[in-house]
């Protein structure tokens, strides 16, 4: 049984150019959520989709930042025109059911973005 | 908006020792308090979690309280090993999504 699955591991990207983060969720999940951590500090939740659908998008600026999660393929977290404190950790969890509070919310491996 | 507190940031015991991590947060409407272990450059793994419908619960070296009316829970780990040595976050559920403290960082002294 695969967990979840994060691409890339690591990105090194210059400001203004354009990051894509992708996320495999397990297999037969349709609840996907999107955190950040930045250096020393706890996960900020970002955006929670469900299969074709946004959710819950409150923990994500409004400018640069988009996500979806298509009918077919995985998770996407975009982010435009990069600048240096967009550097951090971004983590995909998934789970079978909406609510996070049954235990079995299962993170991936991360994806760390550096911004020159 | 909804807060967890988490102290102290860093932790050092000696190996055997035991190890104390305490939370306070300020939602009321939470149910659900689950504990993650960070490792260096890796994910968070979910170690114990406990509901607000109990007050203890213990995983063999690894326990958890949670006082609802005070709104704090603990972290408690006994006979500490090197393994032990990471970051542990506690948590609490809010709206689909997972509220994270700040991080203690725990250091087992051979």
């Known amino acids: 049984n695969a967990g979840v699955m994060q691409n890339p591991r690591h990105l090194v990207r210059r400001r203004g150019q354009e990051a894509r983060l992708r996320c495999s969720p397990v297999?037969?999940?349709?609840?996907v959520y999107w955190y950040r951590q930045l250096p020393e500090e706890g996960l900020k939740f970002m955006v929670y989709l469900q299969k074709e659908n946004i959710i819950d998008e409150s923990g994500m600026p409004k400018e640069r930042f988009s996500a979806e999660f298509p009918k077919e393929g995985p998770s996407i977290l975009r982010i435009q025109q990069v600048v240096r404190g967009d550097s951090a950790a971004y983590f995909c969890?998934?789970?079978?059911?909406?609510?996070?509070?049954?235990?079995?919310?299962?993170f991936g491996e991360g994806s760390r973005l550096t911004v020159l | 908006g909804e807060n967890v507190e988490q102290h102290p940031s860093t932790l050092s015991v000696q190996e055997g020792d035991s190890a104390v991590i305490k939370c306070t947060y300020s939602d009321s409407a939470s149910n659900y308090f689950p504990w993650y272990k960070q490792e260096l450059g890796k994910r968070p793994q979910l170690i114990i979690d406990?509901?607000?419908n109990v007050g203890e619960k213990k995983d063999q070296r690894i326990a958890v309280t949670l006082n609802k009316t005070a709104k704090h829970f603990s972290l408690h780990i006994t006979e500490t090993q090197p393994e032990d040595s990471a970051v542990y976050f506690c948590?609490?559920?809010?709206?689909?999504?997972?509220?994270w403290g700040a991080g203690t960082k725990l250091i087992i002294k051979p």
């Open positions: 948590t609490m559920d809010s709206n689909y999504q997972l509220i």
């Open positions: 969890a998934s789970s079978p059911r909406a609510s996070t509070n049954t235990g079995e919310l299962f």
């Open positions: 297999k037969g999940h349709s609840h």
């Open positions: 406990i509901r607000s």
